[in-house]
């Protein structure tokens, strides 16, 4: 037992490392909400844009909108099908070589923000379909333009629907920070790791792995909370 | 032409397809002003898809809708300023169920016509106590019963001072004890003069309240005139089939 | 311009390091085929034992799922990978992917079955009651079939996002398709084979995405 706690709970380790986890906890901390940010607001958009494109115009016109509808389509799904990794290395690594310096705080920033606004998108677009046609009826029949109906009518039933689904997702993608590590970002992960690297002793991974549980387990207590409490009316 | 002779509502040669399903196949008609009419007719005669013509939530394909004298069909007419003088209550409320009553009322009020929140919040407030229900104006959709919620919705188009009323079956979504309060509101509304076309189910209302009684089948006005001729006295083979069915039910 | 494409999208370096990607897809494949089943039953046993409702149980069974939906399964990974050692027990790469990803996803897994079998009404499980079944009997024959229909949309989505997960396991050095573009990356200089990789991921898993957005929008559809 003494050898066990020796190994991995080593007191005088984690004293030596709990700086260097705690400023990885800041850098996972905002690298998350900036995440969470660009990405919610740009799936809203990108939702907002494809309700907009999916109205009846005029013929040149709706060509145009269809080709930037299945843009949207074709975004959505390539963020849905390659895994986040694939896309922070490929930003890390392409980025620069395109003129954009980017390191890996950015590539990681730029690649998780764009998987997030794909789910987000979906999800929002969903939810703005699933709102009943007959409240675009009422609205618009009181005299309401398109844009006054999606913004004042449709889209708070919509976010309404959306928040269990999308509380999930923002979850499972926000912890994917973990992966900047592969690029160098000096979050948890990365601390912990050139840890245990340097010390030949896990402790730094435990210390590691409670500054997570500290940071995401009161956000999935949250999120249980929340599915319960918006759950979709069956 | 008197002035209570003048038409509100003025519909020639409507017709509506939906692909290749011909729903209405020329319909013409004429509301005057404080005329109330009732339409009715077998599911699927094309009463809604009327009805919905009338302020455009449906596009006809061809024909000529005149409201108050604006051709609404007109190329770069404003609809949404027309739509604002034609009022629209649905079979299923359709209230916004993130808003209070007031909400709902004042919406129009504060994004079409630009009222400012105190102006669209006495305007509501008298809509709702028209409809009787004043003391609600802070309840949310869901904690109302179905008759009150359907009033609420009445109060919404009654707010925007519309020249007329369209009523979409209002009271077929409600439970029995509850489809009173609502033809109260639209007795007294009647009384108050307004301008009114119902498609409803509700005949002994019709009876008593209408003008007029239009019936259609199959997408053609069968027949009309006063109730006491459409349910009294038929002309057409059809009328009087239906009319006989109906009865029959009772 | 042509730099970008000699750079990224190289035909040539490609077609040389296409066989190398696709020895890390088979990889990729196996590890699906065996971290799937093994996090889908884990998930299963997670939910029914919830059902079974019993109260030290289900605190256990919440926290367990908790936690390990709240640590990031790269974590999980390089503790799993990592940590043995000093126990004295070497662990091979293959061994601690299976076991980091069935704790991770049988949480996942888990709460989508425990969702499904909530769904399922009450009135099911008394009528099966009724006619003399036991309750593993009406689980297994009433509620589950429900309930996996009725989270169907929930249950594809999680493995999508498995299959996807498989990636992470080049971090440990397995020689899955990621890993594979990445070594062929550093011994080639060019990216072209991480662009590859991504064709890959992409035209693989683009038909479960399509299928997916289309029972998400049945889902609401039927509501």
């Known amino acids: 037992m003494d050898r066990f706690l020796f190994t991995f709970f080593n007191g005088e380790v984690m004293w030596e490392y709990l700086p260097k986890i705690l400023s990885g906890m800041w850098v996972t901390t905002y690298l998350a909400a900036f995440v969470i940010v660009t990405g919610l607001a740009l799936g809203l958009l990108l939702a907002l844009l494809r309700s907009i494109l999916s109205q009846t115009m005029p013929a040149p016109l709706s060509w145009l909108a269809e080709a930037v509808r299945l843009l949207i389509i074709f975004f959505v799904d390539l963020m849905r099908s390659v895994p986040p990794l694939v896309l922070i290395v490929l930003f890390f690594y392409g980025l620069p070589a395109?003129?954009?310096?980017?390191?890996?705080?950015?590539?990681?920033?730029?690649?998780?923000?764009?998987?997030?606004?794909?789910?987000?998108?979906?999800?929002?677009?969903?939810?703005?379909?699933?709102?009943?046609?007959?409240?675009?009826?009422?609205?618009?029949?009181?005299?309401?333009?398109?844009?006054?109906?999606?913004?004042?009518?449709?889209?708070?039933?919509?976010?309404?629907?959306?928040?269990?689904?999308?509380?999930?997702?923002?979850?499972?993608?926000?912890?994917?920070?973990?992966?900047?590590?592969?690029?160098?970002?000096?979050?948890?992960?990365?601390?912990?790791?050139?840890?245990?690297?340097?010390?030949?002793?896990?402790?730094?991974?435990?210390?590691?792995?409670?500054?997570?549980?500290?940071?995401?387990?009161?956000?999935?207590?949250?999120?249980?909370?929340?599915?319960t409490r918006f759950a979709w009316r069956r | 032409?008197?002035?209570?002779?003048?038409?509100?509502?003025?519909?020639?040669?409507?017709?509506?397809?939906?692909?290749?399903?011909?729903?209405?196949?020329?319909?013409?008609?004429?509301?005057?002003?404080?005329?109330?009419?009732?339409?009715?007719?077998?599911?699927?005669?094309?009463?809604?898809?009327?009805?919905?013509?009338?302020?455009?939530?449906?596009?006809?394909?061809?024909?000529?809708?005149?409201?108050?004298?604006?051709?609404?069909?007109?190329?770069?007419?404003?609809?949404?300023?027309?739509?604002?003088?034609?009022?629209?209550?649905?079979?299923?409320?359709?209230?916004?169920?993130?808003?209070?009553?007031?909400?709902?009322?004042?919406?129009?009020?504060?994004?079409?016509?630009?009222?400012?929140?105190?102006?669209?919040?006495?305007?509501?407030?008298?809509?709702?106590?028209?409809?009787?229900?004043?003391?609600?104006?802070?309840?949310?959709?869901?904690?109302?019963?179905?008759?009150?919620?359907?009033?609420?919705?009445?109060?919404?188009?009654?707010?925007?001072?519309?020249?007329?009323?369209?009523?979409?079956?209002?009271?077929?979504?409600?439970?029995?004890?509850?489809?009173?309060?609502?033809?109260?509101?639209?007795?007294?509304?009647?009384?108050?003069?307004?301008?009114?076309?119902?498609?409803?189910?509700?005949?002994?209302?019709?009876?008593?309240a209408a003008d007029r009684v239009v019936f259609m089948e199959d997408g053609v006005i069968v027949e009309q005139g006063p109730p006491a001729q459409i349910f009294g006295d038929p002309q057409q083979a059809r009328t009087r089939a239906f009319v006989a069915r109906i009865d029959g039910h009772r | 311009m042509s730099d970008i494409i000699a750079l990224f999208f190289n035909a040539e370096i490609m077609a040389k390091t296409a066989g190398f990607l696709l020895d890390g897809l088979w990889m990729t494949l196996l590890l699906c085929l065996v971290v799937i089943p093994v996090g889908a039953l884990g998930g299963l046993a997670v939910a029914v034992l919830a059902a079974l409702n019993r109260r030290w149980l289900n605190i256990m069974l919440v926290i367990y799922v908790d936690v390990f939906r709240a640590l990031p399964p790269l974590v999980l990974l390089i503790f799993v990978y990592n940590v043995p050692p000093f126990a004295g027990y070497r662990i091979s790469e293959f061994e601690a992917v299976v076991v980091a990803f069935l704790l991770n996803t049988s949480s996942y897994y888990g709460e989508i079955f425990r969702a499904g079998i909530e769904s399922v009404g009450r009135g099911q499980r008394e009528a099966a009651r009724s006619t003399g079944l036991g309750w593993w009997q009406t689980m297994a024959w009433v509620v589950l079939p429900q309930a996996v229909r009725n989270v169907l949309p929930d249950l594809v989505s999680n493995t999508l996002e498995v299959a996807k997960l498989t990636s992470i396991a080049s971090v440990i050095a397995l020689h899955e398709l990621m890993f594979a573009a990445r070594s062929a990356q550093q011994a080639t200089f060019n990216y072209s084979p991480l662009i590859l990789a991504t064709v890959i991921y992409f035209v693989l898993l683009w038909p479960v995405v399509r299928l997916l957005s289309r029972l998400e929008h049945r889902k609401i559809a039927a509501r």
Not at chain 1, 113 to 140: H, M, N, P, T
Request: glycine share 8%; aromatic share 6%; with cysteine.
């Open chain 1, 98 to 227: 395109l003129g954009l310096d980017i390191a890996g705080l950015g590539a990681t920033w730029l690649a998780l923000s764009l998987v997030l606004a794909a789910f987000a998108e979906e999800i929002y677009w969903a939810g703005l379909v699933a709102v009943a046609k007959g409240q675009w009826e009422a609205a618009r029949s009181t005299g309401l333009g398109f844009l006054q109906t999606l913004l004042y009518v449709i889209l708070p039933q919509a976010i309404r629907l959306t928040i269990p689904p999308l509380t999930n997702r923002t979850i499972a993608i926000t912890k994917g920070t973990a992966l900047g590590q592969v690029v160098a970002v000096q979050e948890i992960l990365y601390q912990a790791y050139s840890g245990l690297s340097f010390s030949s002793n896990p402790s730094p991974l435990t210390l590691g792995a409670l500054a997570y549980l500290a940071l995401f387990l009161p956000v999935v207590v949250v999120g249980r909370w929340i599915e």
């Open chain 2, 1 to 208: 032409m008197t002035a209570i002779d003048r038409p509100i509502l003025e519909v020639q040669g409507l017709r509506k397809s939906f692909g290749a399903v011909e729903v209405l196949k020329g319909i013409d008609f004429r509301l005057r002003e404080r005329e109330l009419a009732f339409i009715i007719g077998p599911s699927g005669s094309g009463k809604s898809t009327f009805l919905r013509c009338c302020n455009r939530l449906e596009e006809p394909s061809s024909g000529a809708i005149r409201v108050d004298g604006t051709d609404i069909l007109a190329h770069g007419v404003d609809i949404n300023a027309v739509r604002r003088r034609i009022g629209m209550v649905f079979q299923s409320f359709n209230l916004y169920p993130h808003m209070t009553a007031l909400g709902n009322v004042t919406l129009a009020l504060r994004l079409a016509s630009r009222k400012s929140k105190a102006e669209a919040t006495d305007i509501g407030q008298a809509a709702l106590a028209r409809v009787g229900l004043a003391e609600k104006a802070h309840a949310y959709p869901g904690e109302l019963s179905g008759g009150q919620q359907q009033r609420v919705a009445i109060a919404r188009a009654l707010a925007l001072e519309p020249k007329i009323v369209l009523f979409d079956e209002p009271t077929s979504a409600l439970d029995p004890e509850l489809v009173g309060s609502v033809l109260q509101v639209m007795r007294d509304l009647r009384e108050a003069g307004m301008t009114m076309l119902v498609v409803s189910h509700e005949l002994q209302f019709a009876r008593a």
